[in-house]
């Protein structure tokens, strides 16, 4: 009988070995292959140098943001190496602190343009990078922009460059600007999905999708005369910039023809004709032209240069170990939501736990809330926008940087600060207000699935499997009613306006930055940079630091990431395609995941869904 339990027992503990084994080899191998690339890394790192007269190549890619989405720290550090991730983000600050760097570095006597994966960017952001592109010329150093081809956005930025070089077979895309969305009401039919719409305001369209198969009329008026404002700026910049007239960048078809057909059909020459490029040049023909222009590197046989990334790992500044007076920075970027949220989207309570960490932090005298967001959550608005109240009333003056889109949430938490820039591009206004509440109960029927029972009230029995009461539906609608009164109330108070004339301008219209100015929405056209140094003027600071107060990762986190962030650029590359059948699917579901993610207590929304202009 004792046989058998030692029998079975050295099998089980030679199953173990043979695992534990394993397990071991495994992590034995990941360690020292993970200390071979930090090796690798360490030694790759000390051979970065700027040579004498070299080019820093803004070989920027992905998308330029305010503020990165949060990932994995190990994805973070991959995709964030000394290597363009067109995937990935790029932040608007780093561009920035990268230029005005190599404005004062001898070592840098131009700037590379290459832009080919550059994938996303709001106007208003590239015009702030424009600018200081702007300044680095002025510091007696030039800009050339090289491209094979160059999309709509890539060519705006492009424009700020003394010289724009295409590729003899390229061709530069000017389109214009469109707003176009899917609309779901048929579908929604069809499948017995019952939508109960509340909103206020003529034009608060964000809930159009499912209400209808088309946009409305006063939509259509207001996006019209949105696109024509933010297209004659972008028109006029480029002109300016190119010193050619506006109306020579966007050709109807049959001017367009004509223009091809002088080119004898090359869209390279025809660029060419339209001086929207300086001269045509293949990668080895801009080489040599480098070549002339800053001289032969050291190693191998191209132009002294250094690119954005590796330039960044050099210039980024070490920690400040003695504080002083500072003038804070917030980044507000995504969708409004409830409760807390990661960085890249705005979390009523995380965003204003960030304001009252700057409130008790003596060494922050002031603070710039960068708005970046199309709005969300009423609720989560009024919870940040108190805590902006709670910051000046301890004597800190709060200054709002709008980015690229400060619209209905966006706006309401922006409107208690001390002063507001925009940029004359950025999308703001959408004051108005709505609620969803989508339910089922038909198309359960429809499998034969139904709900029954009892309640003590009307409110107890509330279900998505269950339609609304007309009872209930006016409780609700009065509900939507009245936010949309404390928003013009809220609006009428901190711009110094009657609710008439606040009225007038809101009914969730969206206004372009240089209009918002106009109506009184705004105070300044500006950037960040203009809204740091009011925020230091309104708290009498002379000399001061700035500070970004944002979420921390952990010791661990930082650990990590640091460690491979040195070793990513030396691990095998991945290629991440998307096919056309993701990107249309993609785009069927961002609407149901954008609604998906709405958590307001109250179902009551300030959120701007048509400020996706492309």
Known sequence: MSANPSFFKRIFLFIW????????????????????????????NEDIEVEPQSALVLNLAGTLVDQ??????????????????????????????????????????????????????????????????????????????????????????????????????????????????LYFKSALEKLKVKTHIFRVGTFKSAVEPYMRDDMSQPAKEASQALLGDIWQTYSQTVANNRNIAANQLTLDAKTYLSELDKAQGNSATMALNMKWVDGLATDEDFRKMLLGSVGKAKNGNSFKQINFYDYLTLVSP???????????????????????????????????ELLRKARFDKHIKAL??????????????????????????????????????????????????????????????????????????????????????????????????????????????????????D??????????????????????????????????????????????????KLANLSLFDTRVIEQELTPEQQFVQQMFASVASHLPASVSQSSVFEQMLLQWTSHLRTIGRFNDPNHVYVYCDNCAIE
């Open 17 to 44: 070995q043979v695992i534990n084994g394993t397990r071991k080899l495994i992590l034995n191998l990941i360690v020292f292959s993970i200390l071979a690339f930090v090796v690798i890394a360490i030694i790759s």
């Open 68 to 181: 990165k989405q949060p990932i994995d720290p190990i994805q973070a550090a991959l995709k964030q190496s000394n290597d363009a991730n067109t995937e990935g983000e790029i932040l608007l600050a780093d561009v920035l602190y990268v230029i005005e760097s190599a404005i004062h570095d001898n070592r840098i006597s131009t700037i590379v343009l290459d832009l080919s994966d550059l994938k996303r960017a709001s106007i208003s952001k590239l015009q702030s990078v424009g600018n200081a592109l702007n300044r680095f010329k002025e510091s007696g150093k030039q800009v050339v922009a090289m491209g094979n081809y160059y999309e709509q956005n890539q060519y705006f930025l492009a424009s700020f460059a003394d010289k724009i070089y295409l590729n003899p077979q390229g061709a530069v895309s000017l389109e214009g600007l469109s707003l176009y969305g």
């Open 318 to 352: 070490l920690p400040n170990l003695v504080e002083q007076d500072s003038v804070g920075i917030i980044v507000a970027s995504g969708t409004i939501l409830n409760g807390k949220q990661p960085a890249g989207q705005i979390g009523g309570e995380s965003t204003a």
């Open 368 to 485: 710039v809330l960068r708005v970046d967001s199309p709005g969300g959550s009423a609720f989560a608005s009024e919870q940040i926008r108190q805590e902006v109240l709670a910051l000046k009333a301890a004597g800190k003056p709060v200054v709002v940087s709008m980015g690229s889109l400060a619209a209905s949430g966006g706006y309401w938490i922006s409107a208690s600060a001390d002063y507001i820039f925009a940029t004359p591009t950025t999308l703001t206004g959408s004051i108005g207000i709505f609620g969803m509440i989508t339910t089922f109960e038909e198309s359960l029927a429809s499998l034969g699935v139904h709900t029954d029972g009892v309640a003590t009230s009307d409110w107890a029995g509330l279900s998505v499997t269950r339609s609304l009461s007309p009872q209930v539906e006016a409780v609700i609608q009065r509900h939507i009613e009245r936010g949309y009164v």
């Open 487 to 536: 928003f013009i109330s809220l609006v009428a108070t901190e711009r110094n306006m009657t609710l008439e004339q606040v009225d007038t301008i809101a009914q969730g219209r969206v206004w372009s930055g240089k209009k918002a100015l106009e109506l009184g929405l705004v105070d300044e056209l500006g950037d960040m940079e203009q809204a740091i140094a009011k925020a230091a």
